[in-house]
């Protein structure tokens, strides 16, 4: 945790805290030159099977724009993997794949909240009750 300096340390390499469903990207380097039309217009949901690792089996995914002026070295997509992902790093590369064709890559900035972190975090009838 970059704000506390904690330092976590699981056994093994399956622990909860080494798997995400998500990780954000940017920028994107698309194949075409360009953003695929149908991310820009909308009129696609994003769903596309994506990478992390040089001949990783490709998983599916959904990706999107979350911002459109990312800061320097920030975020300007998310993906949303359907099975969780081990060990999604920052200076990683997410290859993103239609009909099993390279459409686009980006630099990964960030993953997303582990299942670990996801176990730990109190829901939302804790949050309301004393009792949990």
């Known amino acids: 945790d970059l704000e506390s300096g904690d330092v976590l340390v699981a056994p093994g ?3 909860p805290s080494m798997f995400t469903h998500q990780l954000f990207a940017g920028p994107i380097a698309w194949i075409a030159g360009r953003e695929p039309e149908e991310l820009q217009n909308g009129a696609d ?3 596309c099977t994506a990478r992390v690792r040089h001949q990783q089996p490709l998983s599916a995914c959904r990706v999107r724009r979350v911002s459109d ?3 320097a070295g920030g975020a300007s997509w998310q993906v949303d993997f359907e ?3 081990r060990a ?6 997410v290859a ?3 009909d099993g ?16 972190q996801k176990a730990a ?11 949990c």
């Open 13 to 15: 390499t399956n622990h």
């Open 45 to 47: 949901d994003g769903a």
């Open 69 to 71: 002026q990312p800061k």
């Open 83 to 85: 099975l969780p992902q």
């Open 88 to 93: 999604i790093a920052a200076g990683q590369v």
């Open 96 to 98: 993103f794949y239609k």
């Open 101 to 116: 064709e390279c459409f686009g890559s980006g630099t990964i900035v960030g993953a997303g909240a582990s299942l670990f």
């Open 121 to 131: 975090a109190p829901s939302s009838r804790c949050e309301a009750s004393s009792r």
